[in-house]
Each structure stands twice: as structure tokens, then as C-alpha cells.
């Protein structure tokens, strides 16, 4: 086992595979049910490594006041081990990867604090589901096993360290921070490909373009930029272009001086002089009214703006962030967007993924706002069941995370509404998340069980499956989504904008949804059919 984890120190590994790597190395030489490595940021704990843990405890955040098991392993340097009987409660019950009987909350508990120069980095757990499994030798064990850890910890923070380096042309870096990303959440190939893309366009000064439905999260994408480029230490400022009305948006953005319109009492920055040597993160800037649109053209044309009420010109120097769930360039040729605006903010377009081609990071995000339910409303242990999970898999998300938060927040509250114990380990049902799954109903137009015939010339146990599973899942989905447009068109008089409305999701992209099923859509549409929602 050393001879594997010394391996992996003189292998060149992605930082999240070395350590997963030595959460399955621990686990088969401790013969644990459960490992996990996990990293101190502002006071919470998040897992960077594990093994024999379920998919959501990955996107949980345990903050270290909370729970007190984790505290104490991270006030001692030497091994803690928790009795069975103890009486702090375990943050992982509920969450071992087994979980198909009842919740087991007696077992095994081992931690060590890990640190780096020093400095405490996090801990190691280990549990396992037989109680004396880990006795004084083991316990000493684990502590040579921690420096071996600490070694590898300080190998890949020294690897980011040289990325750093190289991708900025700078020596020395002893001023340079390097910050981990705690807000984004996924472990996806299509996150982790939008996430190199992203690090590499911030190292530039390019205007950005977030591209993606209501609800993917464009402003984490927006402050990860932010934070990894040169302008990391001057400040972000965040403007949401639809919630500016027209008669004020000129002032919000660009300032104004004293006089200068009824109730200007005194002079105000707008949001490019607070944004100075920063970025300026424009959000929904498709809602921008054409007049500004004109304005803001030229301030990024000439690099400097005038404060309303003043022929003065201002330099700036910021860097352009813009994020929108409209497809722009379609609207630059209905005449609602200027073309010349749009190819000046989409030098560098890069489209969001919507959640459900996330593959199971869908999983990891509801163990984020598990753990968020859990610590708000005061319950001992919050975890989905089988069901439950299959269900998040297989639901289309239109609302994305956003959605998804939601639907876990409220399956939450329904729990408790209905008697469920604060005190207990408490599962979430699939019924209970309220997804618009088709279930096993027959599709429109689709026969009942009870006009097939109970056998066919394939024999009974066929035409039996064929009741049971009418069609495969995604077929079963499509078909689901193709009575949903067609019943909101038919409840709307054909009005595909309101139909969008209804449905909540953006106009743009249910025609994009509505072709992909092959269902007819207008040719041209008005502006007022790309009005989010």
C-alpha cells in the first residue's frame, strides 16, 4: 500500500484523482466501509477524496460548528476514535454508499487532523459498519499513514502552485493565492471541460459570454473567471441588466453629477468607475433597452464613458463579463439586440451545460442542499433514498439547479409537515419530490393495459413487459415532453411566448427543445416570444 501512494507522488495526477486515489488505497488497507479526505474551507468541511460514500455526501459542505464529531478531530493532532455509544452524532449516518435497509448509525469511528506546513488543512475519516474495528494498533497506523498524506497534500498544492506559475509568467508566487472552488459543484467530463475552458480565457482580457437556460448558475461561472484572472484583487461588480428600468439604467451604469435629472442631489459612480481594474459582470445583458445598448457600444468601443450630465469623459479599464439565457445572435436579426454590441460582448462565447447533461453531478448538488436543509431546519441526518435518486437521474431539470434546490427544500419541509422526527436519520421518498416524471403510464394515444390482448404471438411474458414498460425511458421522457408543449400551445391559443411562460421555461430554448422532438415551430417569432420568464 505505501508503495502505491509513493507512486502516485512522482506521477504527474490531476489534483481530484490523486487524492480519490488514496481514499481506495486506505480503504483496502484499513478494510474500512467508508473513507473520506476532506479539505477546511472558512469553517466547512467538503470532501476531496472518498470511498464507500453515497454520490451526494460528494457535494455536501459540513460546516465544523455544526458537528461536533468533526471539531473535536480537528482540535487534537492524534488519532480520534468514537465509541458506538457516543452521544455526538455521526455526519455521516445515512450516508454510506449500502443504504438500501434501514439507516445504521452505530459503527466505527476513526479521525485524524491533517496539516500542511504546518497549517491545518482538514481531516481523515474512516468508519466502518462492525463496531472494534479499529483498535490501538490501527489507531497507530493511521497516524504514520497521515504523514504520508500530508506529503501528498503538499505535492499537489506545489503542482497547482507551477500551473500558476506557468500560465502567468511570473516568478516567485509567494503573493499569489490560490483558491480552491468551493462553490461550484460537479464532477461531470462536461464539467470538467467547461471548467479548463473557463481557466484558460481568464488568464486573458476578453470579453466573456455565459451562454445557458434560467437557472444553470452563470454567475458562479462569471466569479470563478473573476477569481481566477489578473484582476483578482480589484473588485467584481454585479449588474442584473434586467432589473434596471430604461429611464435609469444610464445613470446605474455610467454615473451622473449633481443636477443632472430630478432628485440627482449629488454626484454618483455608476457600476464601470466601481468596477475600475476589475471586471464588470453583466448579467441578463439581453434585457438591456436598445438606447443603453447604444451607450454601453460605445464605452466598451473607446474604453471611457461620461457620467449623465456632463460632456467629461472618463476612462475605464475593466474587463467584460456578460451572461444571458436568450439566443442574442437570433435576436440581433429580429432587430431587439444590436449585432454590433453582440459580436463586441461574444468575442469568447462559452455555452453552460444544462443540469441534465451533467450526468450524475445532479447527485452531488442535491447532497450540497441536503446538508443545507439538514443544518436549517435542525434535523439529525437528511438523505435521499434509492428511488429518489433514480428520480433526480432521470428527471429533464428545465429549471436546472435553481429547480433542483427548490425541489429538495420543499421535499424537505413535507417531511417534517407530515410528523417526520427531527431526531432521526430521515429519507427522502421519490413520491415526495413532486417531478412531472411520465411514470408508468402509457403514452397519448398509446393502448391500455386493458385493451392488449394478454398474450402475443411473442408469448405471454412479452406481452406482459409490454404492459409494464410501454416504451425505454428516454423514448417514454420525449414523449412526456411533446404532451406538455402541445398541451400549454393548446391552452394558449398556439401562443408559443406564453406557452413558455406556462411551462417556465425560456422561449428560445423551448423552440430549441420543440424542433429537437420534432414538433413544428413558426418560422419567425417576435421579440416578444424571447421574453424570459
Known sequence: MDSLILADLVTDLPDAVRLQRLAHVLQ????????????????????????????????????????????????????????????????????????????????????????????LWGALTLDALKTGSFDDDTRMEVQRYALLLETAIRVTLLEKENRHLRQLGAGGGQNMQYLDETEIIGRSEAMAQLLHELDVVADSDLPVLLLGETGVGKELFARRVHRK??????????????????????????????????????????????????TLFLDEVGELPLSVQAKLLRALQNGEIQRLGTDTSIKTDVRIIAATNRELKKNTLEGSFRADLYH??????????????????????????????????????????????????????????????????????????????????????????????????????????????????????????????????????????????????????????????????DSSNLHKRARKLGLKTPTVTSSSDTTPT
Open 344 to 505: 463586441r460582448l461574444s468575442v469568447y462565447p462559452v455555452p453552460i451545460p444544462p443540469l441534465r447533461e451533467r450526468d450524475r453531478d445532479v447527485l452531488l448538488i442535491a447532497g450540497h442542499f441536503l446538508e443545507f436543509n439538514r443544518a436549517r431546519l435542525g434535523i439529525r441526518g437528511l438523505r435521499l433514498s434509492y428511488a429518489a435518486e433514480e428520480a433526480l437521474l432521470a428527471y429533464p431539470w428545465p429549471g436546472n439547479v435553481r429547480e433542483l434546490e427548490h425541489v429538495i427544500s420543499r421535499a424537505a419541509l413535507k417531511l417534517l409537515s407530515r410528523g417526520a422526527s427531527r431526531d432521526q436519520i430521515l429519507t427522502l421518498p421519490a413520491e415526495m419530490l413532486d417531478l412531472d416524471l411520465p411514470g408508468d403510464r402509457p403514452p397519448q394515444g398509446a393502448p391500455s393495459a386493458s385493451e392488449i390482448e394478454p398474450t402475443t404471438q411473442n408469448g405471454p411474458e412479452q406481452a406482459r413487459l409490454a404492459v409494464a414498460y410501454p416504451q425505454p425511458l428516454r423514448t417514454a421522457l420525449e414523449q412526456f415532453e411533446r404532451e406538455r408543449i402541445r398541451a400549454a400551445l393548446s391552452a394558449t391559443g398556439n401562443n408559443w411566448a406564453r406557452a413558455a411562460r406556462l411551462l417556465e421555461i
Open 28 to 119: 483496502q488497507r484499513f478494510h474500512s466501509d467508508a473513507v473520506g479526505l476532506l479539505k477546511l474551507d472558512e469553517g466547512s468541511l467538503r470532501l476531496v477524496g472518498a470511498a464507500g460514500l453515497a454520490d451526494d455526501a460528494l457535494g455536501r459542505r459540513f460546516k465544523v460548528a455544526e458537528h461536533p464529531r468533526f471539531a473535536t478531530i480537528l482540535s487534537r493532532r492524534e488519532p480520534t476514535w468514537f465509541e458506538p455509544g457516543s452521544p455526538l452524532p455521526d455526519p455521516y449516518d445515512g450516508l454510506l454508499d449500502d443504504r438500501r435497509g434501514a439507516p445504521l448509525p452505530v459503527h466505527d469511528c476513526l479521525g485524524m487532523s491533517l496539516y500542511v506546513q504546518g497549517k
Open 229 to 278: 484572472s489578473r484582476r483578482r484583487h480589484k473588485p467584481m461588480v454585479h449588474v442584473n441588466c434586467a432589473a434596471l428600468p430604461e429611464s435609469l439604467a444610464e445613470s446605474e451604469l455610467f454615473g451622473h453629477v449633481k443636477g443632472a435629472f430630478s432628485g440627482a442631489t449629488q454626484d454618483r459612480m455608476g457600476r464601470f468607475e466601481a468596477a475600475q481594474g476589475g
